[in-house]
C-alpha cells in the first residue's frame, strides 16, 4: 500500500497549471448517456475516481478511448453505442459514490435503469434520498430491489414538473446534476428550486446546452429546462478544478512559498480566496486574463498567519471540499481559529492526525476551534478519505522532521501525480510502498 514521506520545512517556489475539475468531469461523463452521438471531453484528470468511471460507463456500453490532441493534451473520446446494458453494479458504484449521477441520464435517455445504492463514505452518510425524490416529481417510478435503485420512465419518457430539491443540509450537487440532466429530455418544462449553484453544475449546464439542451439558470438557486427530444454530441473542455487550486495555495501558504498558478479558476474561489486574505495570504492575479474561469495568479504569504472563522456553506459559501486544508494552515496562525462543517458535520477524520502532529484541536459536534502554536512535528499520519489526506500533506509540508501519510490511495482519488507536482516546485515528497501490516486479532 503506497504512502508519502514527507521531509518538512521546504518553501514551495514555482509555477503549476491546475487539472481539470474532477468534480465537473464525472457528472458531464455520466451525461454521455444522454445521446446516441459522439463526445470529446477535453482537460478530463487522470484519476482512480475518472478511471472508475470509465470502467462503469463502460458496462453501460459507452465506447470510451484516451486519446492525446495535438497539443498533446489528454482527450477522452466517448460514444454511448449500446442504449441495453442499464445496471450499474455494485461492484463499481460502492468503490465511488459519484456513480449515482449515471442515473438521470440512463433513465431519461433508455427509459430504465438500475443503479445499486452507494454506501457511506468516511465523510458521512451519503443520502441520495433527495436524488430520487426529484427524479419521482419527473414522473419516475422508484424501487429498491436488493440494494438497486430500480427507476423507470412510464412510457419510456420523463415529463417536466416544478420541484424543490432542497435538503435538511442545504442544496445536492450531484442530485441537481442527476434531476437536471434528466429534464433535458423530459416532455415539457422543469423547474428546479434550490438547485446547487456550484461551478460544476455550471459547466454541465454549459455542455448540455451545446448538445442542444435548453437549460436557464444553472448557477443559481432556480434552474428551468425546456425538454427536447434528443441531444447531439459535443467537444468541451472540462472547467479547472477549484479544490486542487485551493490545495495548493494552502501548500504554498504554509511553507511560506511563492507559487504561481496557470489555468485557475479564481472566479470560482471568492470565498476560499477571500478567507486567505484574512489569513494573511495573497493571491494575485496575473495578466488581464479574458477568462475568470482560467487565470494565472501569484500566492504568496508575506507575514505570519492570522486566525480566521470559516463555516462551511454551499457554493457560493466557503466549499467543504476545502476545510480540511484550511484546518492545517489555521493549525500554524497566531491565534484562536473556528472551523464549523455544516455540509457534512462528521467531516474531521483528519483532526486526530492533525493533533498528532503537534496541533492544537479541540471540536465541539460540528465545530473545531483551532489554537495556533509554533510549529507542527512530523510524524506516521493516516489518509482517511480524500480531502482529510489533502490537510495532512499540507500539514507534513509545514512540519519539522519527517511525516509519513498511509492510504494515499485516498489521495490519487482526486489528485493528479500530487507527489510529483509539489516536488517539482520544491518540496521534499516521494511515495513508498509500505507492506500491509499484520492487523492485531481483537
Ligand atoms: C459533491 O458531493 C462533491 N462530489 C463532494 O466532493 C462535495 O463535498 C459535495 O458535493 C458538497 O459540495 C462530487 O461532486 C463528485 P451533496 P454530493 O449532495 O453531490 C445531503 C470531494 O472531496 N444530501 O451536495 O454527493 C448530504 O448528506 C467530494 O471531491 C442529502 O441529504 O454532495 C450533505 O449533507 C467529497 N440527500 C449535503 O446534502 C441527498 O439526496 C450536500 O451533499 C443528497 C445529499
Keep these: 500500500m503506497d504512502a508519502f514521506v514527507i521531509e518538512g520545512g521546504r518553501r514551495l517556489e514555482g509555477r503549476l497549471r491546475i487539472n481539470g475539475s474532477k468534480n465537473s468531469a ?87 435503469a438500475r443503479v445499486s445504492l452507494p454506501g457511506g463514505c468516511a465523510i458521512g452518510q451519503r443520502p441520495v434520498d433527495l436524488h430520487l425524490r426529484g427524479l419521482e416529481a419527473l414522473g419516475a ?3 429498491l430491489d436488493g440494494g438497486d435503485i430500480v427507476a423507470e420512465a412510464p412510457g419510456g419518457r420523463l415529463r417536466g414538473a416544478t420541484l424543490f430539491l432542497g435538503g435538511a443540509n442545504g442544496s445536492t450537487v450531484l442530485g441537481t446534476a442527476n434531476v437536471m440532466s434528466a ?23 454549459n455542455m448540455l446546452n451545446a448538445m442542444g439542451a435548453r437549460i436557464e439558470g444553472a448557477g443559481s438557486p432556480r434552474i428551468t429546462v425546456r425538454g427536447v427530444e434528443s441531444l447531439g454530441g459535443v467537444d468541451h473542455a472540462v472547467i479547472p478544478d477549484r479544490i486542487e487550486a485551493g490545495t495548493l495555495m494552502c501548500a504554498a501558504a504554509i511553507t ?27 493571491v494575485d492575479p496575473i495578466g488581464s486574463g479574458d477568462d475568470p474561469m482560467r487565470r494565472t495568479c501569484r500566492v504568496t504569504r508575506p507575514g505570519g498567519l492570522r486566525p480566521a472563522q470559516i463555516t462551511t456553506q454551499p457554493h457560493p459559501g466557503f466549499p467543504t471540499d476545502l476545510q480540511a486544508q484550511f484546518m492545517a494552515l489555521l493549525c500554524l496562525a497566531q491565534g484562536n481559529s473556528v472551523i464549523t462543517e455544516k ?47 489533502a490537510g495532512l500533506v499540507i500539514a507534513g509540508l509545514a512540519a519539522r522532521g519527517e511525516t509519513t501519510i498511509n492510504r494515499v490511495y485516498h489521495i490519487d482519488r ?29
Design 26 to 112: 464525472l457528472p458531464i461523463m455520466a451525461a454521455v448517456l444522454l445521446t446516441d452521438e459522439p463526445v470529446t471531453l477535453r482537460d478530463v484528470p487522470d484519476l482512480s475516481d475518472i478511471r472508475n468511471m470509465v470502467r462503469l460507463l463502460g458496462e453501460l456500453g459507452v465506447m470510451i478511448a484516451r486519446e492525446t490532441d495535438n497539443r498533446g493534451q489528454p482527450v477522452f473520446a466517448l460514444h454511448a453505442i449500446d442504449q441495453s446494458p442499464s445496471h450499474a453494479r455494485y461492484e463499481i458504484v460502492r468503490t465511488m459514490r459519484a456513480s449515482i449521477c449515471v442515473l438521470g441520464p440512463m433513465l431519461a435517455r433508455r427509459g430504465k
Design 141 to 143: 417510478r422508484i424501487t
Design 183 to 205: 429534464a433535458t429530455l423530459a416532455r415539457g418544462t422543469t423547474v428546479i428550486e434550490c438547485a446547487a449553484c456550484e461551478p460544476e453544475i455550471v459547466d454541465l449546464a
Design 256 to 282: 511560506e512559498g511563492d507559487l504561481t498558478l496557470d489555468n485557475c479558476p479564481l472566479d470560482a474561489l471568492m470565498a476560499a480566496t477571500d478567507t486567505l486574505g484574512a489569513i494573511g495570504v495573497a
Design 343 to 389: 455540509i457534512f458535520p462528521d467531516r474531521f477524520l483528519h483532526v486526530a492526525e492533525l493533533q498528532r502532529m503537534g496541533a492544537s484541536l479541540i471540536r465541539q459536534n460540528a465545530t473545531v476551534v483551532a489554537t495556533g502554536v509554533p510549529g507542527l512535528t512530523g510524524a506516521p499520519v493516516m489518509a482517511s478519505d480524500l480531502r482529510a489526506s
Design 414 to 442: 482526486g489528485y493528479e501525480k500530487l507527489e510529483d507536482r509539489l516536488a517539482s516546485v520544491g518540496a521534499s515528497i516521494r511515495r513508498q510502498d509500505i507492506p500491509a501490516e499484520p492487523v492485531a486479532a481483537g
